[in-house]
């Protein structure tokens, strides 16, 4: 019988960096997992891949793309997206179901996965919706696999409409028996529509204006009502995309009286404030909105004490056309990102702002446990082979015609970064180097190991 620590391949000479330090180790692979980690694994005849000079991370797991299939593949689709994925180091991404037509029923889950399965260059987790009235759904949903549920208390791209609290609170007991996490979108629609016709009738079509029209108070009520409502129902719950200062302090508050979220920043939250609508105009309007200097300084401050729990990118792509969109009020919502976290962040950490660590933790470790992803986000005995090569030191200019999406329009093109992803492995296999996406699309469908809560 093969021992057990027989490999078919073994990183060697890297810096292995975890969610809480850093060892000069080798990684010992076989059939795509890691079987070892440890001092001088190499073994004769066993092929290697030579890290030295470089750190060595779990692939990053974004819980927040919206890859655009079904109905939107003119901005992006499975294949554009993911090879995007695999050259920002992200090796797992979780699909938002905000598609044409919404992922809000099982016959529509199970097509989108038919549509998608064979198209992915990463692995791939999709949400399901949490619509007006489809709690009778979330069942079979987690049946075949759902990552977990998207609530919008707010409008955005797509057909969904925005259930009331009576819907949303079907939706989170059955998301809660089902043993899912429900991710919510949190700003109060009724008050978005109401500021956002005021500033229409006032003649406001300049791109601040998206900022005037939803003022922090509206995260903060949303946030309030949609945690009060999930600790009734038992629900486990994650806030996506939390943006202002205001918003994260009542989640602090509410922490401390007991009741249990986790709270994800975006990389545009963090790298932007309301000076860029002056530089970047539209190409910036998104959900929430940026915000101040003061609202981006919190929420590093909420990083450093360990209070944002995870950074995605909320990747959402738009045709070059739309985004070139002078009209406010005509414009769309969000912009590409999933190949660019990696390398902003190590730019941040290069600038002391944070560790190599946290990324690892923020962006990989943490949304692994929280989604359990028992395979995902740790380089450890068991774990899927996912990692990725990053020479901390690279310093580049982005030049978005590199880039692999569809539509390559960002506004972080032409920024001085400082961190560069060298090559991307997934379960094993090289799928990205040299700017290069490597392969044909292996991805696949991850599913979680959930724990049913309620017994009924
Ligand atoms: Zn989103």
């Not at 992200?90 to 938002?96: E, I, K, L, R, S």
């Not at 204006?209 to 945690?227: K, N, Q, S, W, Y």
């Not at 209070?307 to 005509?330: L, N």
Request: hydrophobic share 40%; aromatic share 6%.
């Amino acid at each position: 019988m093969t021992p057990p620590t027989t490999s078919d391949l073994v990183v060697t000479g890297g810096t292995v960096v975890s969610h809480d330090g850093r060892r000069r180790q080798d990684i010992a692979i076989r059939d795509g997992r890691i079987v070892a980690v440890g001092d001088d694994l190499a073994a004769a005849g066993v092929p290697t891949v030579d890290a030295t000079g470089l750190l060595v991370l779990p692939g990053l797991v974004d819980m927040h793309v919206h890859l655009r299939e079904p109905g939107m593949t003119e901005k992006e689709d499975f294949a554009s997206g993911t090879s995007a994925a695999a050259a920002g180091g992200v090796t797992t991404v979780v699909d938002m179901p905000n598609t044409k037509p919404p992922v809000a029923t099982a016959e529509r889950f199970r097509q989108k996965l038919d549509l998608v399965k064979n198209k992915a260059y990463v692995d791939f987790g999709l949400y399901g919706m949490l619509d007006h009235d489809n709690d009778h759904e979330i069942a079979a949903m987690a049946e075949l696999g759902a990552m977990g549920f998207k609530l919008f208390m707010g409008q955005t791209t797509g057909d969904n409409r925005c259930p009331n609290d009576a819907a949303i609170f079907r939706g989170l007991e059955a998301a809660a028996a089902a043993g899912l996490v429900v991710g919510v979108h949190a700003e109060n629609d009724h008050l978005l529509r109401m500021f956002g016709d005021r500033l229409q009738a006032c003649g406001r079509r300049d791109p601040r204006a998206h900022l005037d029209g939803r003022p922090d108070f509206v995260e903060v009520e949303a946030v309030t009502r949609i945690i009060t409502m999930a600790t009734e129902a038992k629900t486990e719950l994650h806030i996506h995309h939390l943006s202002s200062a205001a918003g994260l302090q009542r989640v602090m508050d509410l922490r401390a009286r007991g009741h249990r979220v986790t709270v994800e920043a975006l990389v545009s939250h963090l790298f932007l404030d309301e000076d860029a609508y002056d530089t970047y105009g539209n190409l910036i309007k998104l959900n929430p909105p940026i915000r101040p200097a003061a609202d981006v300084e919190a929420l590093w401050a909420g990083i450093g004490r360990g209070d944002v729990d995870i950074i995605a990118t909320d990747h959402a792509p738009h045709t070059a056309d739309e985004q070139k969109e002078d009209d406010v009020w005509k414009a769309y919502g969000g912009f590409i990102g999933v190949e660019t976290m990696l390398p902003l962040l190590l730019t941040a950490a290069a600038q002391g702002k944070l560790t190599v660590e946290d990324i690892v933790r923020l962006c990989s470790y943490t949304p692994a446990q929280r989604w359990s992803m028992s395979t995902k986000g740790q380089i450890s005995a068991g774990f899927d082979a996912d990692f990725v090569l990053v020479d901390p030191t690279a310093e580049f200019v982005l030049d978005q015609t590199s880039l692999h999406s569809k539509h390559n329009v960002t506004p972080y093109n032409e920024w001085p970064l400082t961190g560069a992803v060298v090559a991307t492995y997934l379960r094993g296999n090289l799928i990205f180097e040299k700017g290069e996406v490597i392969g044909a699309p292996a991805g696949r469908q991850v599913i979680p190991a959930r724990t049913p809560l309620a017994t009924h």
